[in-house]
């Protein structure tokens, strides 16, 4: 370790803060930490890379909510209560200045979720950012992919899409809206609605391939499939004027605004309206799980739609 | 995820094996873990960049043991049981022939530790390998940087430096011994011996930037000071007869054959002696920790002696 490298993480453990659970947080040759014995561990790593998932322009801060953000997506979809991270950093040089501002990020979402940064590294390489993050769920009270049932309606929260609508726009060198642009840079993982949706979903998935590549994940994994009317996809003010067949394209197929897609009975209905209005997203019935294999989704004409794309490609 | 970031996952996910404790692993959104009541979670997060922690012409399969290795060495310090990892792998572009030979490495070695691989990602970017480990251990029974007592003995396992020597061949131009090179690209985590010296050692921590830095890190967290006495490194058959200040270069600066430095009361010598009979490395007492802050090391004429360099340097 050198002492650049030893003057980051000096930096990093002193803005980390404090957590319970941690017997022994960064400083040593590994974090300590207590689990309640009533309580099962919930384990997710997500990396991002420069160019890759997030544009060579984005501002520190922006990656820094951002890395922390995917990997809390996946906790919500669990239904877990967030509790510890590790952070592993590569950056192209020891840069305080870029890591207090990448901090500056990462620690305003980690606040507000109170997940303790207990240890990770940093090292020399081209800009990455690993991410592990650690939840807790009540023995039995995971959410999972293998557990949608025929018959069960398919839901999904807030309005999918606005981070595929502004990602296209840069990519296209447009300037997007900045309510749109939020929506790339901060999404907001929904992590309240993971943790009231226990009980009452069946099935739940973070849409981060995309609505129909992630709701296939559910149905390979539970062995059925299912039916998916656009029309009823809930748009943002700033998609809702957009044509349709633009809009489902990134409704439909974009992964970046992190939403949660999730089945449960019809009996759940109201249940699961007045969950999730203690939190700050609510959710809207879109289609529902059948028999046939296979996610078809229907345009206003109960036509057969075919996406442009399906879901955001890492290794095109 | 793209079809072929699907493939390398489920690549992947049909090796990871079984392990005990894993309520759900590799497929979801995240993994479940069950953690026993009575231990504590021990947890270490370590990158591996091409060109800065391996050579660019490392085999693929050394470098999956490594980038397990460096982490299992961490739980090794720790004195922890390793349980559960994930793997986060940056490819510039999705090889399944070298995600095959990776994985020849890494579940090589996570076999020999029981440890299970439970998650993580694949993503395109510059070769990268983000490896978090996770360990249990009785709860109170944890190595710890920050115990070591004034009077307590300064150990070392195995014949450190054997990896530098490698590497500044390497660096060179030149061909290392089959030995050596096999102590830079596959080296042993100390699990074993780091289990049982723990509540017998007071410190520990693993020699990842060298022992003489290493032994600060303890010392600085512990509020003490060391003596070390050089002519007592014990060397192996390739190093024995290397003069001996160029020896030492490699042995007291040299990290990379992850062996372990701990301290401990002059009443334990014969129980750490017999402890690690039962383990596949001995360790040799090196020096003492004094109430004078820093550490010394002194030559075979007592002289103090200046490493050439201390440790490896990510951010030169």
């Keep these: 370790m050198s002492a650049a490298e030893f003057d980051l993480i000096a930096r ?8 319970g659970g941690v017997v022994l947080g960064i400083g040593d040759d590994a974090a300590l930490l207590q689990v309640p014995p009533d309580r099962q561990l919930v384990v997710t790593a997500d ?22 953000a995917v990997n809390l997506s996946d906790l919500a979809a669990m239904g877990a209560v967030p509790a510890w991270c590790t952070l592993s950093l590569s950056l192209p040089q020891a840069d305080p200045s870029w890591v207090d501002a990448f901090l500056d990020g990462f620690l305003d979402l980690a606040d507000q979720h109170a997940i303790g940064l207990v240890g990770g590294d940093t090292t020399r390489g081209p800009l990455s950012i690993s991410v592990t993050a650690m939840g807790l769920v009540e023995s039995g009270g995971a959410l999972r992919r293998d557990r949608a049932r025929v018959g069960d309606d398919v839901w999904v929260t807030g309005t999918p899409g606005d981070a595929a609508a502004a990602l296209e726009a840069l990519q296209q060198g447009r300037e997007a809206p900045k309510s749109l642009r939020q929506r790339l840079d901060r999404p907001m993982p929904r992590v309240a609605a993971g943790r009231r949706l226990s009980g009452l979903a069946h099935a739940c998935i973070d849409i981060s391939d995309g609505l129909l590549a992630d709701l296939t994940h559910i149905c390979e994994s539970s062995g059925v499939g299912a039916e998916i009317n656009l029309v009823e996809l809930p748009a943002s003010a700033d998609l809702a004027s957009v ?7 990134w409704q439909a197929c974009g992964g970046d605004d992190y939403e949660l897609c999730f089945t449960a009975s019809p009996h759940n209905r109201d249940l ?20 046939e294999q296979g996610v ?13 794309s399906r879901g955001y490609e890492h290794f095109l």
Tied chains: 1, 2.
């Design 243 to 249: 044509e349709s067949n633009r809009r489902w394209g």
């Design 12 to 19: 990093i453990r002193a803005r980390a803060g404090q957590r």
């Design 296 to 308: 078809r989704a229907f345009d206003a004409d109960a036509q057969e739609w075919r996406p442009p």
């Design 47 to 68: 990396t991002l890379n420069a160019g890759v998932h997030f544009p060579d322009a984005t501002a520190p801060a922006d990656i820094g909510w951002k890395s922390l």
């Design 272 to 291: 699961i309206v007045q969950a999730l209005d203690f939190t700050d997203v609510s959710a809207t019935r879109i289609g529902r799980i059948v028999s």
